[in-house]
């Protein structure tokens, strides 16, 4: 296989890949941008029909260019996908797809990227893969021994497997509402919480959610109180279909059962039957192939990071996985500010 080298690569094609190559190219540096996906999109291309954003479309935008308006409320997934191919498109970004990158090592110059298509020899890389590929399932006795469906919100597309059964939903965040509120038109559902959910106002979406939590960075950084950021607020947006499942009566959760039984949980003195159990409960970063740099880990976040570069390290970035890696970078709207600082950072302080 062959082996090329360039300034910058950039693993991952999503929102957090494409930002980063927008700033990349505005300061004439050279790059590519690798994806393990067949198609254009990110994750936005596997997840359920039936999701949309949390914000109007003028709200959801990467740096340049603003997202197609959506007529009718809040665009779905598909409509982001759209945006996302002709944003790639319109600054004609470096993308080579499909391309698995295995493993990063460290050379006398930076890194070696190596992939299934060959190897890249860069100065910097910049790591945008996400969480989608790595589903997070908790651990609880009898998992095995259930008969029922067991499956993860990645894998969930529509209701209609679902159709008159009894159904567990697992999970506190806004993926578990969601999906319980299209489940719970067509089956009975029951609802498990580690945690009594939190739901915000009725009025606030996405342009809300991302001006808290730069309010807390911004005070964070001045020395100011912590404001609690999001969290303060609370976890679940009341999208119109959520709000539907308010007012029928279906968005009340219970506590989280102890065991699965082979035909359903128990909790304590509950037992509920259940025909299948729905797992909402979050993804994990996509960090494998950076196993052979053997980095550093922060007990509270993962791998020691500052602000967006690898501890001590600034020529390894981190982008778009949420707080860990900036306010809302795990956002449409939110990725494209971490994406100017980063890439802003590594010119001056590693490419120049």
């Not at 941008?33 to 709200?59: C, K, M, N, R, V």
């Not at 893969?129 to 399932?137: I, L, V, Y």
């Not at 609880?140 to 679902?162: K, V």
């Not at 970078?329 to 001056?348: C, E, Q, Y």
Request: charged share 15%; aromatic share 10%.
């Amino acid at each position: 296989m062959t082996t090329t080298s360039t300034e910058v690569v950039v693993i991952g094609g999503g929102q957090a890949g494409l930002a980063a190559g927008y700033y990349l190219r505005r300061a004439g540096r050279d790059f590519v941008i690798l994806d393990d996906q067949l198609t254009p999109g990110g994750s936005w291309q596997h997840y359920w029909p039936s999701l949309h954003l949390f914000s109007p479309a003028e709200y959801a935008r990467l740096p340049g260019w603003p997202m197609p308006t959506w007529p009718n409320g809040f665009p779905p997934a598909p409509h982001v996908v759209d945006y996302l191919s002709a944003y790639e498109k319109k600054y004609t970004l470096p993308v080579q797809r499909p391309v698995r990158v295995a493993a990063v090592h460290r050379t006398s110059s930076g890194y070696r990227v190596d992939t299934d298509t060959g190897s890249w020899n860069a100065t910097a890389v910049i790591n945008a893969t996400g969480t989608w590929s790595r589903p997070f399932w908790p651990s609880y006795p009898g998992m095995h021994e259930y008969r029922g469906t067991q499956l993860h919100a990645s894998n969930y597309r529509t209701p209609a497997p679902f159709n008159g059964q009894c159904v567990g939903i697992v999970g506190g965040g806004n993926s578990a509402a969601q999906i319980l509120a299209e489940v719970s038109t067509v089956a009975d559902t029951v609802w498990f919480t580690t945690r009594p959910p939190k739901f915000l106002p009725d009025d606030v979406d996405g342009r809300v959610l991302f001006e808290v939590a730069s309010e807390r960075a911004r005070a964070l950084a001045t020395g100011g109180g912590d404001t609690g950021g999001v969290a303060g607020l609370g976890d679940i947006v009341m999208v119109p279909p959520v709000k539907q499942a308010r007012d029928r009566g279906v968005l009340h959760a219970q506590p989280m059962f102890t065991t699965l039984t082979a035909d359903g949980v128990r909790g304590g003195d509950t037992t509920d039957k259940l025909d299948a159990i729905i797992w909402c409960t979050g993804f994990r970063p996509a960090l494998r192939h950076l196993q052979p740099l053997h980095l550093r880990s922060d007990s509270a976040a993962g791998i020691a990071l500052d602000h967006n570069h690898v501890h001590g390290e600034p020529s390894l970035v981190f982008l778009g996985y949420g707080d860990w890696t900036g306010p809302g970078s795990a956002t449409i709207i939110g990725v494209g500010r971490t994406a100017r600082d980063a890439v802003t950072d590594l010119v001056r302080d590693v490419l120049d």
